[in-house]
């Protein structure tokens, strides 16, 4: 391993920074908020929908319209977060996109609506590459997933927040007032990371000959220099139709249960989000660990952690697409947190492996383009398939999510036999 300098903002061992910790409770409660501002209209959708008249495509346009224009920004502001204060950027992303969110509340149509959505995107897409760049200067590839997966904990519990309260308080006094309730906890986090965030000192440099000087370069050298990685590009691929999948499937699983055994918003965010994100902190727990240990004696061991995952997913969606028993589908639920969680815990750490430590804010930024871009599609063939009476059952869309899964698992596979050996970075 590379020798670490001893600075005055605390990195002394081969570990990470004194404080890493610190500023990942703090990175952990900002990935909070943005979660519940993201899912809380998952919960919500039969209200909005009856109270400003939406068709099904209209509807299902909320969530490509988030995905797509995320994707698309992200190209754009995981450059800056490679070249400014990633401080800045996160306080600045979450205070735009709470004022977005709240102004959702307000919303009279369909049109106020879709613009809404799509600022929050915009400004939601800075978040994520800045909270890469700051871990990985935080915490060494000796503890980086274990540190990832203790942050990516934030997602299952403000998924279950935004399911539980999200979907009460539109029962109780309706879908408006629930995007107010979260958009001021976004006012009162922003407040904390204005007051106790640091920006923590960017401690690595470019390691390989072909992209030397990498923050000295342009958007698109380093866009190039990430896109001639082979690994990257199996890595790309797989998380396209696997983040697809979870996302999409999280999406329609609150309208299926509501649709299908005709219970309340409350109870239907419920069963839809409590199991997966039980075996999501499984999966976050034992995917960090896991993968740490194993990539100590094989060189393939996060990528080995993600296939493992991704193969527990597969066979669970089925059982959510072809079995009818609460009980059975309560279970796939959560192996299917379970498993896509063991992959997912290990994406960054597994990037990280690949791509020029220069270009990791714009290569993490790169995966969220491609994966929207290019797999928000479904939201508006499904919505349309609706409307004209083609898909009446939602488990005909989950049943298609398996072969999707398959795809994934070989694409992880090759770049383990084939590439991964050529394209790792030195530790």
Known sequence: MSSLTVTSDGRLDDRGTHDRWFILSLLFVNYFTLYTHRYVLNYI????????????????????????????????????????????????????????????????????????????????????????????????????????????????????????????????????????????????????????????????????????????????????????????????????????????????????????????????GLLSTLAPQIGTVIGLFVGGWLADRWTRHWIGGRFGVQILGLTVTAPSVLVIALVDSQAMIQLALLLCGVGFWLYLSNLWATTFEVVDPAARSTAIGLLNVIAGLLGSWPYLVVGWLRDEGVIRDLRHVFLAFVGVLCVAIVALWHLVRRTLARDRQPD
């Open 45 to 268: 959708q039969p209200p909005i929908r009856d109270e400003l008249g939406l068709s099904e495509l209209q509807l299902n346009s909320l969530a490509w319209a988030f995905q797509f224009f995320y994707a698309f920004a992200a190209l754009f502001v995981g450059y800056l977060s490679d070249r400014y204060r990633r401080r800045a950027v996160l306080i600045w992303s979450l205070l735009l996109s709470t004022a977005a969110f709240m102004g959702m509340g307000l919303a009279q149509g369909f049109w106020d609506l879709l613009a809404l959505r799509i600022l929050l995107a915009i400004t939601q897409a800075a978040n994520v590459p800045a909270i890469a760049g700051i871990m990985a200067d935080c915490f060494t590839q000796r503890n980086r997933s274990r540190a990832v997966s203790v942050y990516l904990l934030s997602s299952p519990f403000s998924v279950i927040v935004a399911g539980l309260v999200g979907g009460y308080v539109a029962d109780q006094w309706g879908w408006r007032q629930a995007m107010f309730c979260f958009g001021g906890m976004g006012l009162v986090v922003l407040g904390v990371l204005a007051g106790y965030l640091r920006e923590p000192q960017r401690t690595q440099v470019a390691t390989t000959a072909p992209v030397v000087d990498l923050v000295q370069q342009s958007l698109a050298r380093t866009l190039l220099a990430v896109l001639s990685v082979p690994s990257f590009l199996l890595l790309a691929v797989a998380y396209l139709l696997a983040s697809n999948v979870w996302q999409q499937l999280g999406y329609f699983l609150p309208r299926h249960f509501y649709e299908h055994y005709g219970v309340k918003l409350a109870e239907a």
